[in-house]
Protein backbone atom coordinates (compact mmCIF):
# COMPACT_ATOMS: atom_id res chain seq x y z
CA UNK A 1 0.00 0.00 0.00
CA UNK A 2 1.01 3.50 -0.51
CA UNK A 3 2.84 5.22 2.64
CA UNK A 4 1.33 8.10 4.24
CA UNK A 5 -0.19 10.89 2.37
CA UNK A 6 0.56 9.07 -1.10
CA UNK A 7 -2.19 7.94 -3.38
CA UNK A 8 -3.83 4.42 -2.97
CA UNK A 9 -5.30 5.47 -6.63
CA UNK A 10 -6.69 8.49 -8.07
CA UNK A 11 -9.67 8.71 -9.72
CA UNK A 12 -11.43 12.09 -11.82
CA UNK A 13 -13.71 13.45 -14.45
CA UNK A 14 -11.81 13.29 -18.03
CA UNK A 15 -12.56 15.01 -20.96
CA UNK A 16 -16.15 13.88 -22.61
CA UNK A 17 -17.22 11.62 -19.99
CA UNK A 18 -14.03 9.31 -19.44
CA UNK A 19 -12.49 8.69 -16.42
CA UNK A 20 -9.01 9.15 -16.04
CA UNK A 21 -7.20 6.87 -13.36
CA UNK A 22 -3.36 7.02 -12.17
CA UNK A 23 -1.25 4.46 -14.27
CA UNK A 24 -3.13 6.25 -17.99
CA UNK A 25 -5.65 4.13 -17.78
CA UNK A 26 -9.44 5.43 -19.22
CA UNK A 27 -12.39 3.98 -19.57
CA UNK A 28 -15.97 5.43 -20.68
CA UNK A 29 -18.40 5.90 -17.78
CA UNK A 30 -21.43 7.52 -18.99
CA UNK A 31 -20.37 11.15 -17.96
CA UNK A 32 -20.58 9.58 -13.86
CA UNK A 33 -18.09 11.05 -11.99
CA UNK A 34 -15.77 8.35 -9.73
CA UNK A 35 -14.97 9.05 -6.22
CA UNK A 36 -11.74 10.42 -5.69
CA UNK A 37 -9.37 8.42 -3.18
CA UNK A 38 -6.32 9.24 -1.71
CA UNK A 39 -6.49 7.82 1.24
CA UNK A 40 -3.91 5.00 2.95
CA UNK A 41 -7.63 3.38 4.08
CA UNK A 42 -9.85 1.89 1.37
CA UNK A 43 -13.49 2.36 2.86
CA UNK A 44 -15.40 -0.39 2.10
CA UNK A 45 -19.47 -1.48 1.84
CA UNK A 46 -20.91 -4.77 1.99
CA UNK A 47 -24.39 -5.48 0.21
CA UNK A 48 -25.70 -8.81 1.27
CA UNK A 49 -24.91 -10.45 4.14
CA UNK A 50 -25.28 -14.51 3.41
CA UNK A 51 -22.37 -17.34 2.77
CA UNK A 52 -20.24 -14.83 1.20
CA UNK A 53 -20.60 -11.45 2.20
CA UNK A 54 -20.65 -12.11 6.18
CA UNK A 55 -17.50 -14.23 5.27
CA UNK A 56 -15.83 -10.86 3.24
CA UNK A 57 -16.83 -8.94 5.92
CA UNK A 58 -14.72 -10.44 8.88
CA UNK A 59 -12.07 -10.49 6.43
CA UNK A 60 -11.97 -6.81 5.55
CA UNK A 61 -11.98 -5.95 8.96
CA UNK A 62 -8.96 -7.79 9.11
CA UNK A 63 -6.88 -5.50 6.96
CA UNK A 64 -5.06 -3.37 8.34
CA UNK A 65 -5.66 -1.09 4.97
CA UNK A 66 -8.71 -1.33 4.89
CA UNK A 67 -12.01 -0.12 7.19
CA UNK A 68 -15.57 -1.74 7.00
CA UNK A 69 -18.23 1.31 7.26
CA UNK A 70 -21.18 -0.64 6.94
CA UNK A 71 -23.60 -3.77 5.75
CA UNK A 72 -26.42 -3.31 3.59
CA UNK A 73 -29.45 -6.04 4.33
CA UNK A 74 -32.94 -6.48 2.59
CA UNK A 75 -34.45 -8.20 5.45
CA UNK A 76 -34.60 -8.22 9.61
CA UNK A 77 -33.16 -11.79 10.46
CA UNK A 78 -30.45 -13.47 12.57
CA UNK A 79 -27.94 -12.71 9.95
CA UNK A 80 -29.02 -8.86 10.78
CA UNK A 81 -28.97 -8.98 14.47
CA UNK A 82 -25.07 -10.31 14.34
CA UNK A 83 -23.86 -7.94 12.67
CA UNK A 84 -25.32 -5.29 15.08
CA UNK A 85 -23.67 -7.96 17.76
CA UNK A 86 -20.38 -7.60 15.88
CA UNK A 87 -20.76 -3.87 15.95
CA UNK A 88 -20.85 -3.38 12.11
CA UNK A 89 -23.50 -0.34 11.42
CA UNK A 90 -26.20 -1.63 9.48
CA UNK A 91 -28.15 -0.35 6.21
CA UNK A 92 -31.20 -1.36 4.67
CA UNK A 93 -32.00 -2.33 1.07
CA UNK A 94 -35.78 -0.75 1.84
CA UNK A 95 -37.09 1.17 3.89
CA UNK A 96 -38.67 -0.16 6.96
CA UNK A 97 -36.83 -3.23 6.54
CA UNK A 98 -35.57 -2.59 10.28
CA UNK A 99 -36.97 -1.09 13.12
CA UNK A 100 -36.15 2.61 14.22
CA UNK A 101 -32.91 3.19 16.05
CA UNK A 102 -31.51 -0.09 14.49
CA UNK A 103 -30.41 0.65 10.95
CA UNK A 104 -27.89 3.34 10.42
CA UNK A 105 -29.81 4.48 7.03
CA UNK A 106 -30.47 3.48 3.90
CA UNK A 107 -27.62 1.86 0.97
CA UNK A 108 -27.10 5.41 -0.67
CA UNK A 109 -26.62 6.49 3.28
CA UNK A 110 -23.56 3.79 3.08
CA UNK A 111 -22.74 4.60 -0.55
CA UNK A 112 -21.97 8.05 -0.04
CA UNK A 113 -19.45 7.27 2.64
CA UNK A 114 -17.71 4.30 0.77
CA UNK A 115 -14.69 3.75 -1.48
CA UNK A 116 -15.75 0.68 -2.82
CA UNK A 117 -18.77 -2.07 -2.51
CA UNK A 118 -18.28 -5.79 -2.37
CA UNK A 119 -21.94 -6.88 -4.17
CA UNK A 120 -22.57 -10.59 -2.33
CA UNK A 121 -26.57 -10.54 -3.18
CA UNK A 122 -28.33 -13.45 -4.86
CA UNK A 123 -27.48 -14.02 -8.69
CA UNK A 124 -28.10 -11.10 -10.89
CA UNK A 125 -29.38 -8.78 -7.97
CA UNK A 126 -25.90 -7.41 -8.44
CA UNK A 127 -26.09 -5.89 -11.91
CA UNK A 128 -28.92 -4.42 -11.18
CA UNK A 129 -27.55 -2.61 -8.04
CA UNK A 130 -24.94 -1.24 -10.50
CA UNK A 131 -26.90 0.23 -12.68
CA UNK A 132 -29.73 1.31 -10.06
CA UNK A 133 -27.23 2.70 -7.15
CA UNK A 134 -23.36 1.90 -7.84
CA UNK A 135 -22.86 4.01 -11.12
CA UNK A 136 -24.24 7.12 -9.54
CA UNK A 137 -22.69 6.95 -6.60
CA UNK A 138 -19.33 6.77 -8.03
CA UNK A 139 -18.12 4.15 -6.32
CA UNK A 140 -15.84 0.70 -7.66
CA UNK A 141 -17.74 -2.67 -7.27
CA UNK A 142 -16.59 -5.87 -6.57
CA UNK A 143 -19.47 -8.79 -7.49
CA UNK A 144 -19.49 -12.48 -7.07
CA UNK A 145 -19.73 -15.14 -9.50
CA UNK A 146 -23.50 -15.48 -9.93
CA UNK A 147 -23.48 -12.39 -12.15
CA UNK A 148 -22.80 -12.27 -15.63
CA UNK A 149 -19.21 -11.50 -16.67
CA UNK A 150 -20.39 -8.55 -18.89
CA UNK A 151 -21.68 -6.95 -15.27
CA UNK A 152 -17.62 -5.90 -14.55
CA UNK A 153 -14.81 -4.97 -16.97
CA UNK A 154 -12.55 -8.25 -15.45
CA UNK A 155 -13.22 -11.74 -13.97
CA UNK A 156 -10.99 -12.35 -11.26
CA UNK A 157 -8.57 -15.39 -9.19
CA UNK A 158 -6.05 -13.61 -7.94
CA UNK A 159 -2.99 -16.25 -8.72
CA UNK A 160 -4.23 -16.20 -12.38
CA UNK A 161 -5.28 -13.17 -13.57
CA UNK A 162 -4.05 -10.13 -11.09
CA UNK A 163 -3.16 -7.79 -13.20
CA UNK A 164 -5.92 -7.91 -15.49
CA UNK A 165 -8.25 -6.31 -12.82
CA UNK A 166 -5.66 -3.50 -11.88
CA UNK A 167 -7.42 -0.52 -11.82
CA UNK A 168 -10.81 -1.61 -12.78
CA UNK A 169 -13.77 0.03 -11.63
CA UNK A 170 -15.85 -3.26 -11.54
CA UNK A 171 -14.36 -6.63 -10.63
CA UNK A 172 -16.33 -9.79 -10.78
CA UNK A 173 -14.53 -12.74 -8.73
CA UNK A 174 -15.64 -16.00 -10.31
CA UNK A 175 -17.72 -18.47 -8.51
CA UNK A 176 -15.89 -20.99 -6.19
CA UNK A 177 -15.41 -23.78 -8.91
CA UNK A 178 -14.11 -21.21 -11.16
CA UNK A 179 -11.94 -20.33 -8.71
CA UNK A 180 -10.37 -23.85 -7.79
CA UNK A 181 -10.11 -24.50 -11.39
CA UNK A 182 -8.26 -21.52 -12.26
CA UNK A 183 -6.05 -22.09 -9.23
CA UNK A 184 -4.73 -25.54 -10.49
CA UNK A 185 -4.77 -25.22 -13.43
CA UNK A 186 -2.86 -21.92 -13.40
CA UNK A 187 -0.42 -22.97 -10.95
CA UNK A 188 0.39 -26.18 -13.66
CA UNK A 189 0.99 -23.85 -16.34
CA UNK A 190 3.48 -21.69 -14.96
CA UNK A 191 5.72 -24.77 -15.18
CA UNK A 192 4.74 -26.72 -18.25
CA UNK A 193 2.36 -25.87 -21.65
CA UNK A 194 -0.97 -27.59 -21.40
CA UNK A 195 -2.70 -28.29 -24.59
CA UNK A 196 -6.64 -29.30 -22.94
CA UNK A 197 -7.97 -29.54 -19.63
CA UNK A 198 -10.84 -32.16 -18.96
CA UNK A 199 -12.56 -31.78 -15.71
CA UNK A 200 -15.81 -33.53 -13.68
CA UNK A 201 -17.30 -31.57 -10.81
CA UNK A 202 -18.77 -33.16 -8.14
CA UNK A 203 -20.60 -30.57 -6.49
CA UNK A 204 -22.37 -30.23 -3.05
CA UNK A 205 -25.84 -29.74 -3.43
CA UNK A 206 -26.46 -26.75 -1.66
CA UNK A 207 -25.10 -24.70 1.69
CA UNK A 208 -25.46 -26.45 5.36
CA UNK A 209 -27.72 -23.20 6.28
CA UNK A 210 -30.35 -23.77 2.95
CA UNK A 211 -32.58 -26.55 4.74
CA UNK A 212 -35.12 -26.24 2.02
CA UNK A 213 -33.07 -27.46 -1.06
CA UNK A 214 -31.87 -30.97 -2.20
CA UNK A 215 -31.34 -33.37 -3.36
CA UNK A 216 -31.60 -35.85 -0.25
CA UNK A 217 -31.27 -38.86 -2.16
CA UNK A 218 -30.00 -38.52 -5.69
CA UNK A 219 -27.11 -38.23 -7.86
CA UNK A 220 -28.07 -34.82 -10.51
CA UNK A 221 -26.63 -34.21 -13.43
CA UNK A 222 -26.13 -30.52 -13.44
CA UNK A 223 -26.37 -29.04 -16.34
CA UNK A 224 -27.97 -32.65 -18.13
CA UNK A 225 -26.23 -31.12 -21.50
CA UNK A 226 -22.32 -31.22 -21.99
CA UNK A 227 -19.92 -29.61 -21.69
CA UNK A 228 -21.18 -27.67 -18.21
CA UNK A 229 -20.88 -23.82 -18.23
CA UNK A 230 -18.22 -23.51 -16.05
CA UNK A 231 -15.43 -24.04 -18.24
CA UNK A 232 -17.03 -21.00 -20.35
CA UNK A 233 -16.24 -19.20 -16.94
CA UNK A 234 -12.54 -20.82 -16.42
CA UNK A 235 -12.19 -19.17 -19.99
CA UNK A 236 -13.22 -15.54 -18.79
CA UNK A 237 -10.05 -16.27 -16.36
CA UNK A 238 -7.98 -17.93 -18.68
CA UNK A 239 -8.34 -17.12 -22.07
CA UNK A 240 -8.55 -19.39 -24.78
CA UNK A 241 -8.10 -22.40 -22.42
CA UNK A 242 -8.92 -25.89 -24.43
CA UNK A 243 -11.21 -26.90 -21.37
CA UNK A 244 -14.06 -29.26 -21.34
CA UNK A 245 -16.40 -29.45 -17.72
CA UNK A 246 -19.08 -31.68 -16.61
CA UNK A 247 -20.65 -31.40 -12.78
CA UNK A 248 -22.57 -33.59 -11.13
CA UNK A 249 -25.21 -32.44 -7.59
CA UNK A 250 -24.61 -34.94 -4.43
CA UNK A 251 -26.70 -35.18 -1.17
CA UNK A 252 -23.96 -33.23 0.75
CA UNK A 253 -23.20 -29.42 2.22
CA UNK A 254 -19.82 -28.87 2.35
CA UNK A 255 -17.13 -29.07 -0.60
CA UNK A 256 -17.07 -29.62 -4.13
CA UNK A 257 -14.52 -32.50 -5.83
CA UNK A 258 -12.88 -32.12 -9.17
CA UNK A 259 -11.48 -35.30 -11.26
CA UNK A 260 -9.39 -33.48 -13.68
CA UNK A 261 -6.95 -34.61 -16.57
CA UNK A 262 -4.85 -32.24 -18.11
CA UNK A 263 -3.31 -33.06 -21.63
CA UNK A 264 0.42 -31.83 -21.46
CA UNK A 265 2.12 -29.69 -24.20
CA UNK A 266 5.59 -30.83 -23.32
CA UNK A 267 7.17 -33.89 -21.24
CA UNK A 268 6.71 -33.60 -17.70
CA UNK A 269 6.98 -35.65 -14.78
CA UNK A 270 4.53 -36.40 -11.60
CA UNK A 271 7.15 -34.62 -9.83
CA UNK A 272 7.10 -31.39 -12.13
CA UNK A 273 3.90 -31.64 -11.68
CA UNK A 274 4.08 -31.61 -7.88
CA UNK A 275 6.99 -29.19 -7.42
CA UNK A 276 4.42 -26.85 -9.73
CA UNK A 277 1.68 -27.19 -6.95
CA UNK A 278 3.43 -27.15 -3.99
CA UNK A 279 5.23 -23.94 -4.65
CA UNK A 280 1.88 -22.52 -5.07
CA UNK A 281 0.14 -19.87 -3.23
CA UNK A 282 -3.21 -21.20 -1.74
CA UNK A 283 -3.13 -24.48 -2.41
CA UNK A 284 -2.36 -27.25 -0.05
CA UNK A 285 -1.21 -31.05 -0.17
CA UNK A 286 -3.04 -33.55 1.74
CA UNK A 287 -2.13 -37.75 2.02
CA UNK A 288 -4.11 -40.23 2.79
CA UNK A 289 -1.59 -41.84 4.78
CA UNK A 290 -1.83 -38.83 6.96
CA UNK A 291 -5.10 -39.66 7.26
CA UNK A 292 -7.04 -37.43 4.77
CA UNK A 293 -9.43 -40.07 3.41
CA UNK A 294 -12.44 -37.62 2.56
CA UNK A 295 -13.44 -34.12 2.51
CA UNK A 296 -14.82 -34.37 6.26
CA UNK A 297 -10.92 -35.05 7.30
CA UNK A 298 -10.04 -32.64 5.46
CA UNK A 299 -12.69 -29.79 6.86
CA UNK A 300 -11.94 -31.19 10.53
CA UNK A 301 -8.48 -30.30 10.06
CA UNK A 302 -9.19 -26.79 8.85
CA UNK A 303 -11.24 -26.39 12.19
CA UNK A 304 -8.43 -27.12 14.45
CA UNK A 305 -6.21 -24.41 11.96
CA UNK A 306 -7.98 -21.76 14.51
CA UNK A 307 -7.84 -18.93 11.90
CA UNK A 308 -8.05 -15.22 12.82
CA UNK A 309 -11.80 -15.29 11.01
CA UNK A 310 -12.74 -18.19 13.30
CA UNK A 311 -15.03 -20.28 10.92
CA UNK A 312 -13.10 -23.49 10.53
CA UNK A 313 -13.16 -22.07 7.14
CA UNK A 314 -10.76 -23.31 4.48
CA UNK A 315 -9.56 -20.70 2.12
CA UNK A 316 -6.77 -22.68 0.14
CA UNK A 317 -7.85 -25.43 -2.52
CA UNK A 318 -7.06 -29.18 -1.21
CA UNK A 319 -4.92 -31.43 -3.56
CA UNK A 320 -4.81 -35.15 -2.78
CA UNK A 321 -1.03 -35.83 -3.31
CA UNK A 322 -2.11 -39.41 -4.26
CA UNK A 323 -4.18 -39.10 -7.32
CA UNK A 324 -1.60 -36.61 -8.73
CA UNK A 325 0.31 -38.77 -11.50
CA UNK A 326 1.43 -38.36 -15.09
CA UNK A 327 0.78 -41.13 -17.87
CA UNK A 328 1.45 -40.93 -21.31
CA UNK A 329 1.22 -37.01 -21.46
CA UNK A 330 -1.85 -36.69 -19.24
CA UNK A 331 -1.70 -35.15 -15.84
CA UNK A 332 -4.05 -36.43 -13.67
CA UNK A 333 -5.59 -34.88 -9.86
CA UNK A 334 -8.43 -34.75 -7.98
CA UNK A 335 -8.99 -31.69 -6.02
CA UNK A 336 -11.66 -30.39 -3.15
CA UNK A 337 -13.03 -27.00 -3.10
CA UNK A 338 -14.45 -25.32 0.37
CA UNK A 339 -17.23 -23.73 -1.54
CA UNK A 340 -18.73 -21.20 1.29
CA UNK A 341 -14.73 -19.15 1.47
CA UNK A 342 -12.52 -20.34 -1.28
CA UNK A 343 -13.16 -17.11 -3.03
CA UNK A 344 -12.69 -14.88 0.37
CA UNK A 345 -9.26 -14.17 -0.46
CA UNK A 346 -9.68 -13.05 -3.61
CA UNK A 347 -12.37 -10.36 -2.96
CA UNK A 348 -10.39 -9.10 -0.37
CA UNK A 349 -7.71 -9.11 -3.32
CA UNK A 350 -9.78 -7.61 -5.75
CA UNK A 351 -10.42 -4.84 -3.80
CA UNK A 352 -7.03 -3.88 -3.68
CA UNK A 353 -6.25 -4.51 -7.33
CA UNK A 354 -9.18 -1.99 -7.97
CA UNK A 355 -7.05 0.80 -6.66
CA UNK A 356 -3.94 -0.36 -8.36
CA UNK A 357 -2.03 -2.33 -5.42
CA UNK A 358 0.56 -4.27 -6.78
CA UNK A 359 -0.18 -8.57 -6.94
CA UNK A 360 2.08 -9.84 -4.23
CA UNK A 361 1.88 -6.84 -1.63
CA UNK A 362 -1.90 -7.99 -1.73
CA UNK A 363 -1.53 -11.60 -1.75
CA UNK A 364 0.83 -11.32 1.05
CA UNK A 365 -0.93 -9.12 2.84
CA UNK A 366 -4.61 -11.49 2.61
CA UNK A 367 -2.43 -14.49 3.52
CA UNK A 368 -1.19 -13.27 6.74
CA UNK A 369 -4.59 -11.66 7.71
CA UNK A 370 -6.11 -14.58 6.92
CA UNK A 371 -3.96 -17.24 8.17
CA UNK A 372 -3.69 -19.10 5.10
CA UNK A 373 -0.84 -21.55 5.35
CA UNK A 374 1.49 -23.08 2.68
CA UNK A 375 2.06 -26.62 1.97
CA UNK A 376 5.65 -28.55 3.63
CA UNK A 377 6.22 -28.66 0.31
CA UNK A 378 6.36 -25.50 -0.69
Known sequence: MAGKGQRVAKCTEGPQGTASLSG???????????????????????VGYGVIGRRVADAVRLQGDMKLLGVVKRTADYRARSIVEKGIPLYSLKEGAFAEGVSSGGINDLLREVDVVVDASPDGVGAANRAGHYEAAGVHGIFEGGEEPSVAD????????????????????????????????????????????IATLIRRSTDPDESSKGPIDSIVPDPLSLPSHHADDVRTVLHGLDIVTAAVKVPVTRMHVHSLAIKLGQAASTSDIMDSIGSSRRILLFRGSDGFRSTSQIMDYARELNRPAGRGDLYELAVWQDSVSVRDGW????????????????????????????????????????????????
Open 154 to 197: ASFVAQANYEEAMRKRWIRVVSCNTTGLSRIISSIGRGVRIERV
Open 24 to 46: GLQKPLNRLTIKKVEMDTIKVGI
Open 331 to 378: AYMMTAVHQESIVVPENVDAIRASFGVEAAASMDATDSSLGIVRSPSA
